[in-house]
C-alpha cells in the first residue's frame, strides 16, 4: 500500500507541475504531447490516479507527475523526456525517493496514450492510460 500511495504522489506530481495553459502550449508547439494528462494505473495494490502535465521550451519537452486530485501539488519533474516523432512514443523516468528509478513508456493514440510503467527495483510494469485533460 505504501509503494502505490508513493508512486501514485511521483505520477501526480510530474503531471501538476506546469504553469502555462493547455492551450496555449499546444497551439506553441509541434508536439502532440504538450499539454495536460490525467492517467489511470492498474497495479497489484489496486488502481491509482494522477496527472501528467508535459511542456516544451527551446530545449525540448519536460514532464511533471502528481498523484491523485491535485495537478501542482507534490509534483515531481522528470529527468528524462524523449518523443519518437515516426513512432508517436513518449517515453521518460524519474527517481522516486522511495523505490528508485520508474520508466514511463507510452503511444500516443488520438487524445489518449497507453503504456507501461516500470518500477526498476522491483522488475514490475504497470499498464498505464493517460488521456488528455480537459481543462
Not at 73 to 80: A, F, P, Q, R, T
Request: charged share 20%.
Amino acid at each position: 500500500m505504501l509503494f502505490s500511495n508513493r508512486f501514485l504522489l511521483v505520477a501526480v506530481i510530474v503531471l501538476a507541475s506546469g504553469c502555462a495553459s493547455t492551450q496555449e502550449m499546444a497551439d506553441e508547439t509541434s508536439s502532440p504531447f504538450v499539454g495536460s494528462w490525467e492517467y489511470v494505473i492498474d497495479s497489484p495494490e489496486g488502481q491509482f490516479t494522477g496527472y501528467l502535465m508535459i511542456t516544451e521550451d527551446e530545449t525540448g519537452l519536460k514532464a511533471f507527475v502528481s498523484e491523485g486530485d491535485s495537478e501542482i501539488e507534490g509534483s515531481i519533474e522528470v529527468d528524462s523526456v524523449e518523443f519518437d516523432q515516426e513512432m508517436q512514443l513518449l517515453s521518460f523516468s524519474f527517481d522516486n525517493p522511495d523505490y528508485g528509478r520508474m520508466n514511463v513508456s507510452l503511444t500516443l493514440e488520438e487524445q489518449e496514450m497507453n503504456g507501461i510503467l516500470h518500477v526498476v527495483q522491483f522488475s514490475l510494469d504497470v499498464p498505464m492510460v493517460v488521456t488528455r485533460s480537459e481543462q
